[in-house]
Protein backbone atom coordinates (compact mmCIF):
# COMPACT_ATOMS: atom_id res chain seq x y z
CA UNK A 1 0.00 0.00 0.00
CA UNK A 2 1.30 3.26 -0.21
CA UNK A 3 1.81 6.01 2.27
CA UNK A 4 1.57 9.18 0.45
CA UNK A 5 -1.50 8.46 -1.54
CA UNK A 6 -3.51 7.08 1.14
CA UNK A 7 -4.45 10.09 2.52
CA UNK A 8 -6.48 11.69 -0.53
CA UNK A 9 -9.62 12.80 0.54
CA UNK A 10 -12.41 11.03 -0.72
CA UNK A 11 -16.15 11.30 -1.88
CA UNK A 12 -18.96 9.95 0.34
CA UNK A 13 -19.39 5.93 -0.43
CA UNK A 14 -15.96 5.71 -1.92
CA UNK A 15 -12.97 3.69 -0.30
CA UNK A 16 -9.79 3.48 -1.01
CA UNK A 17 -7.24 0.95 -1.97
CA UNK A 18 -3.72 2.93 -2.94
CA UNK A 19 -0.40 1.56 -4.34
CA UNK A 20 2.98 2.80 -5.03
CA UNK A 21 3.04 -0.01 -7.72
CA UNK A 22 0.52 -2.13 -9.22
CA UNK A 23 0.87 -4.13 -12.96
CA UNK A 24 -3.01 -2.47 -13.77
CA UNK A 25 -5.57 -0.52 -11.56
CA UNK A 26 -8.14 -2.33 -13.90
CA UNK A 27 -7.10 -5.24 -12.81
CA UNK A 28 -6.48 -4.84 -9.12
CA UNK A 29 -10.44 -3.68 -9.03
CA UNK A 30 -11.59 -6.73 -10.71
CA UNK A 31 -9.49 -8.77 -8.13
CA UNK A 32 -11.04 -7.38 -5.53
CA UNK A 33 -14.75 -7.51 -7.32
CA UNK A 34 -14.24 -11.36 -7.54
CA UNK A 35 -16.25 -13.48 -5.41
CA UNK A 36 -19.25 -11.11 -4.78
CA UNK A 37 -21.19 -8.44 -5.57
CA UNK A 38 -18.67 -5.43 -7.39
CA UNK A 39 -17.57 -2.79 -4.42
CA UNK A 40 -19.26 -0.09 -5.60
CA UNK A 41 -17.26 3.17 -4.37
CA UNK A 42 -13.87 1.17 -4.55
CA UNK A 43 -11.14 3.64 -5.73
CA UNK A 44 -7.69 1.83 -6.91
CA UNK A 45 -5.01 4.80 -7.04
CA UNK A 46 -1.54 4.09 -7.87
CA UNK A 47 1.99 5.91 -8.53
CA UNK A 48 3.68 3.82 -10.80
CA UNK A 49 1.40 1.33 -12.73
CA UNK A 50 3.48 -1.19 -15.61
CA UNK A 51 1.02 -3.39 -17.08
CA UNK A 52 -1.82 -1.13 -18.39
CA UNK A 53 -4.22 -1.56 -20.64
CA UNK A 54 -4.96 0.63 -23.53
CA UNK A 55 -8.34 0.66 -25.87
CA UNK A 56 -8.07 -2.59 -28.51
CA UNK A 57 -5.03 -2.69 -30.49
CA UNK A 58 -3.31 0.35 -28.91
CA UNK A 59 0.21 0.23 -27.17
CA UNK A 60 -0.19 0.87 -23.66
CA UNK A 61 3.16 3.80 -22.22
CA UNK A 62 3.68 3.78 -19.03
CA UNK A 63 5.25 6.74 -17.62
CA UNK A 64 6.10 8.12 -13.92
CA UNK A 65 4.39 10.83 -12.72
CA UNK A 66 0.97 10.09 -13.69
CA UNK A 67 -2.20 9.83 -11.58
CA UNK A 68 -3.37 6.17 -12.21
CA UNK A 69 -7.23 5.40 -10.97
CA UNK A 70 -9.71 2.74 -11.79
CA UNK A 71 -12.97 3.35 -9.68
CA UNK A 72 -15.70 1.02 -9.43
CA UNK A 73 -18.90 2.81 -10.37
CA UNK A 74 -22.49 1.97 -10.25
CA UNK A 75 -23.90 1.46 -13.49
CA UNK A 76 -26.86 -0.37 -15.78
CA UNK A 77 -27.18 -4.35 -16.32
CA UNK A 78 -27.61 -3.10 -20.02
CA UNK A 79 -23.67 -2.96 -21.10
CA UNK A 80 -24.21 -0.19 -23.60
CA UNK A 81 -26.67 2.29 -21.30
CA UNK A 82 -22.88 2.04 -18.93
CA UNK A 83 -20.67 3.10 -21.51
CA UNK A 84 -22.57 6.66 -21.43
CA UNK A 85 -20.91 6.70 -18.09
CA UNK A 86 -17.67 7.38 -20.32
CA UNK A 87 -18.84 11.09 -21.13
CA UNK A 88 -19.08 11.42 -16.83
CA UNK A 89 -15.53 10.45 -16.41
CA UNK A 90 -14.45 12.54 -19.21
CA UNK A 91 -16.35 15.55 -17.50
CA UNK A 92 -14.80 14.74 -14.69
CA UNK A 93 -11.84 15.20 -15.92
CA UNK A 94 -12.35 18.25 -17.53
CA UNK A 95 -13.29 19.57 -14.08
CA UNK A 96 -10.40 18.82 -12.76
CA UNK A 97 -8.34 19.94 -15.29
CA UNK A 98 -10.01 23.40 -15.32
CA UNK A 99 -9.63 23.82 -11.18
CA UNK A 100 -5.70 23.17 -11.15
CA UNK A 101 -4.90 24.80 -14.67
CA UNK A 102 -6.85 28.30 -14.08
CA UNK A 103 -8.76 29.77 -16.79
CA UNK A 104 -5.34 29.86 -19.12
CA UNK A 105 -5.70 27.21 -20.65
CA UNK A 106 -8.13 25.21 -23.01
CA UNK A 107 -9.75 21.95 -21.53
CA UNK A 108 -11.80 20.36 -24.42
CA UNK A 109 -13.59 16.46 -24.80
CA UNK A 110 -12.90 14.77 -27.46
CA UNK A 111 -15.35 11.74 -28.96
CA UNK A 112 -16.17 9.58 -27.35
CA UNK A 113 -14.37 9.81 -24.36
CA UNK A 114 -10.94 11.69 -24.51
CA UNK A 115 -9.74 15.20 -23.14
CA UNK A 116 -7.77 17.95 -24.38
CA UNK A 117 -5.52 20.24 -22.39
CA UNK A 118 -4.07 23.05 -24.47
CA UNK A 119 -5.19 20.92 -27.79
CA UNK A 120 -2.85 17.71 -26.91
CA UNK A 121 -4.30 14.60 -25.23
CA UNK A 122 -3.66 14.35 -21.22
CA UNK A 123 -5.57 11.34 -20.37
CA UNK A 124 -6.13 8.12 -21.26
CA UNK A 125 -9.22 6.34 -20.14
CA UNK A 126 -10.72 2.86 -20.33
CA UNK A 127 -14.47 1.77 -19.25
CA UNK A 128 -14.55 -2.34 -18.59
CA UNK A 129 -17.97 -3.79 -18.05
CA UNK A 130 -18.27 -5.73 -14.16
CA UNK A 131 -21.86 -8.05 -14.05
CA UNK A 132 -22.87 -8.97 -10.13
CA UNK A 133 -25.43 -11.67 -11.33
CA UNK A 134 -26.15 -12.22 -7.25
CA UNK A 135 -27.10 -8.51 -6.61
CA UNK A 136 -28.87 -8.01 -9.98
CA UNK A 137 -26.01 -5.04 -10.10
CA UNK A 138 -24.68 -3.96 -12.94
CA UNK A 139 -21.18 -1.76 -12.74
CA UNK A 140 -18.15 -0.64 -14.29
CA UNK A 141 -14.52 -0.01 -13.90
CA UNK A 142 -13.73 3.41 -14.65
CA UNK A 143 -9.81 3.35 -15.39
CA UNK A 144 -8.13 6.67 -15.97
CA UNK A 145 -4.34 7.84 -16.63
CA UNK A 146 -3.80 11.92 -16.22
CA UNK A 147 -0.44 12.89 -16.93
CA UNK A 148 0.48 14.90 -14.68
CA UNK A 149 4.27 15.39 -14.53
CA UNK A 150 5.25 13.30 -17.61
CA UNK A 151 3.94 12.71 -20.77
CA UNK A 152 5.14 10.38 -24.14
CA UNK A 153 6.92 11.82 -26.45
CA UNK A 154 6.09 9.11 -29.03
CA UNK A 155 2.45 9.27 -30.01
CA UNK A 156 0.63 9.35 -33.08
CA UNK A 157 -1.00 12.48 -31.45
CA UNK A 158 0.91 15.31 -29.81
CA UNK A 159 -0.08 14.47 -25.97
CA UNK A 160 1.51 17.08 -22.76
CA UNK A 161 1.13 16.80 -19.24
CA UNK A 162 0.22 19.75 -16.79
CA UNK A 163 3.36 20.39 -16.01
CA UNK A 164 4.57 20.39 -19.86
CA UNK A 165 2.05 23.56 -19.79
CA UNK A 166 3.68 25.16 -17.27
CA UNK A 167 1.03 23.89 -14.30
CA UNK A 168 1.96 22.74 -10.81
CA UNK A 169 0.46 20.27 -9.06
CA UNK A 170 0.56 16.93 -6.88
CA UNK A 171 -1.03 13.85 -7.69
CA UNK A 172 -3.04 13.23 -4.25
CA UNK A 173 -4.73 16.64 -5.48
CA UNK A 174 -5.49 16.10 -8.49
CA UNK A 175 -6.75 12.82 -7.46
CA UNK A 176 -8.92 14.04 -4.99
CA UNK A 177 -10.49 16.31 -7.18
CA UNK A 178 -11.04 14.18 -9.66
CA UNK A 179 -12.75 11.69 -7.43
CA UNK A 180 -14.57 14.53 -5.95
CA UNK A 181 -16.47 15.37 -9.40
CA UNK A 182 -16.22 12.11 -10.70
CA UNK A 183 -18.92 11.07 -7.81
CA UNK A 184 -20.80 14.13 -8.70
CA UNK A 185 -21.10 13.44 -12.46
CA UNK A 186 -21.53 9.45 -11.42
CA UNK A 187 -24.90 11.07 -9.00
CA UNK A 188 -25.82 13.16 -11.67
CA UNK A 189 -26.18 9.99 -14.01
CA UNK A 190 -27.74 8.02 -12.26
CA UNK A 191 -30.67 10.36 -10.72
CA UNK A 192 -31.60 12.42 -14.25
CA UNK A 193 -30.23 9.82 -16.83
CA UNK A 194 -27.45 10.58 -19.82
CA UNK A 195 -29.13 13.97 -20.47
CA UNK A 196 -28.02 16.37 -18.74
CA UNK A 197 -24.45 14.80 -19.13
CA UNK A 198 -24.88 14.99 -22.77
CA UNK A 199 -25.53 18.41 -22.64
CA UNK A 200 -22.42 19.00 -20.45
CA UNK A 201 -20.55 17.48 -22.72
CA UNK A 202 -21.78 19.40 -25.87
CA UNK A 203 -20.80 22.75 -24.59
CA UNK A 204 -17.23 21.48 -23.77
CA UNK A 205 -16.72 19.04 -27.03
CA UNK A 206 -16.27 19.86 -30.67
CA UNK A 207 -18.43 22.65 -31.86
CA UNK A 208 -21.30 22.42 -34.55
CA UNK A 209 -19.80 22.34 -37.47
CA UNK A 210 -16.09 21.29 -36.92
CA UNK A 211 -14.46 18.95 -39.73
CA UNK A 212 -13.81 15.73 -38.16
CA UNK A 213 -12.58 12.32 -39.84
CA UNK A 214 -13.80 8.95 -38.18
CA UNK A 215 -11.69 5.86 -38.34
CA UNK A 216 -12.83 2.43 -38.72
CA UNK A 217 -11.12 -0.22 -38.98
CA UNK A 218 -9.79 0.62 -42.83
CA UNK A 219 -12.70 2.85 -43.68
CA UNK A 220 -11.95 6.49 -43.31
CA UNK A 221 -15.19 9.26 -43.67
CA UNK A 222 -15.03 12.43 -43.20
CA UNK A 223 -17.71 15.42 -42.47
CA UNK A 224 -19.40 17.75 -39.82
CA UNK A 225 -20.00 17.51 -36.59
CA UNK A 226 -23.47 17.38 -35.82
CA UNK A 227 -23.72 16.61 -32.20
CA UNK A 228 -24.45 13.60 -29.93
CA UNK A 229 -28.02 11.19 -30.58
CA UNK A 230 -29.27 10.45 -27.22
CA UNK A 231 -27.41 7.58 -26.47
CA UNK A 232 -24.10 9.40 -27.05
CA UNK A 233 -23.51 8.07 -30.57
CA UNK A 234 -21.22 10.64 -33.16
CA UNK A 235 -23.57 12.32 -35.31
CA UNK A 236 -21.47 13.87 -38.59
CA UNK A 237 -23.54 15.26 -41.28
CA UNK A 238 -21.55 13.22 -44.15
CA UNK A 239 -22.24 14.24 -47.65
CA UNK A 240 -25.66 15.98 -46.75
CA UNK A 241 -26.22 13.14 -44.58
CA UNK A 242 -26.62 12.67 -41.17
CA UNK A 243 -24.37 9.54 -40.30
CA UNK A 244 -24.18 7.73 -36.72
CA UNK A 245 -21.14 5.77 -35.44
CA UNK A 246 -21.24 4.17 -32.11
CA UNK A 247 -17.49 3.60 -32.16
CA UNK A 248 -14.37 4.73 -34.06
CA UNK A 249 -11.43 6.88 -33.62
CA UNK A 250 -11.90 10.56 -34.70
CA UNK A 251 -9.78 13.23 -35.75
CA UNK A 252 -9.37 16.96 -36.90
CA UNK A 253 -10.43 17.02 -40.52
CA UNK A 254 -8.74 20.43 -40.40
CA UNK A 255 -4.98 19.54 -39.94
CA UNK A 256 -5.50 21.12 -36.39
CA UNK A 257 -3.44 19.59 -34.05
CA UNK A 258 -4.69 17.06 -30.92
CA UNK A 259 -8.60 16.46 -31.94
Known amino acids: MSASLGSIRLPDGFHLAAYDDIDSTNDEARRLAAGGPPPVGLAVIAARQVQGKGRPGRRWVWEPGKLYSSVVLR ?56 AGAEAGLGAVIAGCGINVAHHPGDTDRPATSLAAEGVEARIEDVAAGYLAALSAWHSTWLAEG ?14 PGDPLEVHIGDANLTGAFVGLDPGGALVLDVAGEHRRFAAGDVYSADGQSGV
Open 75 to 130: ADTDPAISAQLGFAVALAVRDTLESVGGPFHKVQCKWPNDVLFNGKKIVGILLEYL
Open 194 to 207: FEPVRQAWLNAGHA
